[in-house]
């Protein structure tokens, strides 16, 4: 790994994500007319995908030793046409007050990425 904090983070991302992300699949599903324990079982079988995608790269890690530091910014530069395709377009959409909060949850966003990074470099670090 190329460093604790990273994978702290990585770690802390994907809880943030996963957690709201599967209870809004969870709720979609139950009013498509699932019952809650269809729903669920689809749910949790959907969410192997999750565990799929965190042990193929950890068990390919040994041969991919040369990537390491290029991958983190393969992976980083990934979401950039996706901030730009969702993100930008809809802000420029917004008027008045909707804009202002698009803007301030935006730097809330960043924040809290600067946020969690001095925490973890604080207790792993």
């Known amino acids: 790994m190329e460093d604790v904090r990273l994978g702290i983070v990585n770690v802390l991302a994907m809880i943030a994500h996963e957690i709201p992300q ?15 324990a269809c729903a669920l079982a689809f749910k ?7 565990l ?6 950890y068990a390919a890690l040994g041969q991919l030793q040369g990537a390491v530091p ?3 910014g393969l992976a980083a530069a990934s979401m950039i046409p996706v901030a730009v395709a969702d993100l930008i377009p809809g802000s ?7 804009a202002t909060v698009q803007v301030l949850l935006i730097a ?3 924040g809290t990425i600067v946020l969690a ?9």
Not at 45 to 50: D, E, I, M, N, R
Not at 92 to 98: F, N, S, T, Y
């Open 22 to 36: 599967g209870g809004g699949d969870f709720v979609i599903l139950l009013h498509s007319g699932y019952s809650k």
């Open 52 to 57: 799929v995608r965190a042990l193929l790269p």
């Open 108 to 110: 809330a966003g960043i």
């Open 70 to 72: 290029t991958l983190p």
């Open 44 to 50: 949790l079988l959907s969410s192997l995908a999750t």
């Open 92 to 98: 420029h959409k917004l008027a008045g007050i909707r």
């Open 117 to 125: 990074d001095r925490i973890v470099d604080r207790f792993a670090g």
